[in-house]
Structures are given as C-alpha cells and as structure tokens.
C-alpha cells in the first residue's frame, strides 16, 4: 500500500481548475505538516505549498499565490489542492510529501514521505 496516494491530476484549459487529493496512509498519519512540490520537465522540483499539523499555517511559493488553497481534514487522513486560474506554466508532475514534523518549510530536504505524482497539464 503507497503511504502517500495522490489523484485528480489531468488535462485543463488555461484559467480552469483541478482539486489534487492526497490519501495519507494512517500507519504512517500523524502530528506532522503536509505538502505539495512539482517538477516540470528540465527543470528542478519546485515548492508549491505546505500545511501545518493543525492545519492553521499555510505557506505557498511565490508563483501559485492567491491562486492555489491548500487544506487538510485529519479525521479523513486527507490533504486537498485546490488549484484556480491555471497557466500553462503550471504544468508539472505534483507530488504530494509528508515532511518530518508538524512544521513546513520550503524545503524537501525535510521530507520524510513522497507520493508516485500526478501529472497536471495545463493548455493555452
């Protein structure tokens, strides 16, 4: 069984809106932040959002601002990112990733989990 299950993932006009889902596993569910990276061919895995253990920090790169929500229901051991006003730059492979406390950062280099990825594709 993945410890990280992402989907929702696929194909959208620029200015639509996907919702990605992570299942988070329970054996491995616990007081620890939760967040999404994306990696788009040639290029580096990028930050893309973060959620605390309680849910009541947020924290979002530059590029997805006011654009992307991310939220997390415990109870359901489930994450969701919503994602409006999608542009072609934001097609990438998303990965879902549990980092190694309940805090975030931008980094990966605290991540304790990864999901397998969604693929996101946005088109002009």
């Known amino acids: 069984q993945a410890q990280l299950e992402e989907s929702g993932g696929g194909l959208v006009q620029a200015g639509g809106s996907l919702r990605l889902s992570c299942q988070v596993s329970e054996h491995i569910f616990g007081p620890r932040a939760m967040g999404w990276f994306r990696q788009a061919p040639g290029k580096e895995r990028e930050f893309v959002a973060a959620?605390?253990?309680?849910?009541?920090?947020?924290g979002y790169g530059d590029s997805v601002k006011g654009r992307f929500t991310l939220s997390r229901d415990n109870a359901k051991t489930m994450v969701y990112l919503q994602m409006n006003n999608l542009k072609p730059e934001d097609t990438a492979v998303y990965y879902c990733?549990?980092?190694?406390?309940?805090?975030?950062?931008?980094?990966?280099?605290?991540?304790?989990?990864w999901g397998q990825g969604t693929q996101v594709t946005v088109s002009s």
């Open positions: 959620i605390s253990w309680s849910g009541l920090h947020t």
């Open positions: 990733a549990q980092y190694r406390s309940a805090y975030y950062s931008d980094s990966d280099q605290n991540i304790a989990y």
